[in-house]
């Protein structure tokens, strides 16, 4: 008997989810975990709803609510959803429990502590307004390359290259049109290239055991060998 963690993604709870994400997220982690039940192993099926992030204050700006009724009601219906769909969670829990807050910091400061966070100055955009961080994805603007409108922050839809909302003309937020405010400020960032022979010795026992799929040690590897070119 081997014990076994079934990690599964974790729903948003901007609003309720749809049968497609079910399908999904849902389905295949709760046939996986039954099976290995069945087969005598000690599961743990564990999940819960992800409750921050700008989509959620965006939601409860929309509604007059505040973010934490908004989580609370979503989290709610979600429940009752997965339970009446028959899901076999062991456990379903919430990202504003005291427990993640607490797993989170302790593993940033140990990270941390261990010299494997950098600090660096990045240029990310705010709301005049609000003062409230401004996702990439909330940005839209006109492609610099293609010339099309309402291409967003991250992305052109149109010529489908990858953008920087600072490379937008005429950049405006998609909440309010108003235009964003570029502001430097100071983010931590994992320092990959730092572990990157650790974790390819650590992928490379994973390929030789058969343990994972060909495609996701592919996918593991090529985040390394890019982390490892990155200045
Ligand atoms: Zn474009």
Known sequence: MSRILSAVAWPYANGPRHIGHVAGFGVPSDVFSRYM????????MVSGTDEHGTPILVAADEEGVSPRELADRNNRL????????????????????????????DMFVTVRDNGYMVQQVTRSAISPSTGRTLPDRYIEGTCPIC????????????????????????????????????????????????????????LDEREASGAWRPNVIRFSKNILRRSARAP
């Open 147 to 202: 010339g099309a409108s309402g291409a967003r922050g991250d992305q052109c839809d149109n010529c489908g290259n990858q953008l920087d909302p600072t490379d937008l003309i005429d950049p405006h937020s998609r909440i309010n049109g108003e235009t964003p405010e570029f502001v430097e400020s100071t983010h931590w960032f994992l320092d990959l290239p730092a572990l990157a022979d650790a974790l390819g010795a650590w």
């Open 78 to 105: 979600i429940v009752e959803d997965l339970v009446a769909l028959g899901l076999s969670y062991d456990l379903f829990t919430r990202t504003t429990a005291g427990n993640h807050y607490r797993v989170v910091q």
């Open 37 to 44: 039940r069945m087969a005598g192993h000690d599961v743990l």
